[in-house]
């Protein structure tokens, strides 16, 4: 059984960084794309990045370019998504998510396996 756990979140003003976590475990992420996904109240959950498992290949959605960045350990089973610039529409609960194929993608239903999410709570 895989298991995806987040962490990292938190409350911070704008303009501040945070730094999540994912930490994968019950197998290694040999082959597997991951991918953070976001949800705000109200909202649909929402692609953020992806990253293949060389870490090679990276996508990132439009509104978090240059903001965000995506990177991976795979000798710690551990992914993590890099957050500067912190506005408060970034405010949501962000998942991890992990595809069994090596392909990262902005699709939600490409992704096999999800945790159970981290609040981040940007104040303004």
């Known amino acids: 059984q895989v298991q995806l756990v987040e962490s990292g979140g938190g409350l911070v003003q704008a303009g501040g960084s945070l730094r999540l976590s994912c930490a994968v475990s019950g197998r290694t992420l040999s082959s597997y794309a991951m991918g953070w996904f976001r949800q705000a109240p109200g909202k649909e959950r929402e692609f953020v990045a992806a990253?293949?498992?060389?870490?090679?290949?990276?996508y990132y959605a439009d509104s978090v370019k240059g903001r965000f960045t995506i990177s991976r350990d795979n000798a710690k089973n551990t992914v993590y998504l890099q957050m500067n610039s912190l506005k408060p529409e970034d405010t949501a609960l962000y998942y991890c998510?992990?595809?069994?194929?090596?392909?990262?993608?902005?699709?939600?239903?490409?992704?096999?396996?999800w945790g159970q999410g981290t609040q981040v709570t940007v104040s303004s």
């Open positions: 990253i293949n498992y060389s870490g090679r290949t990276t």
């Open positions: 998510a992990g595809r069994r194929i090596d392909s990262a993608s902005f699709e939600l239903n490409d992704y096999d396996y």
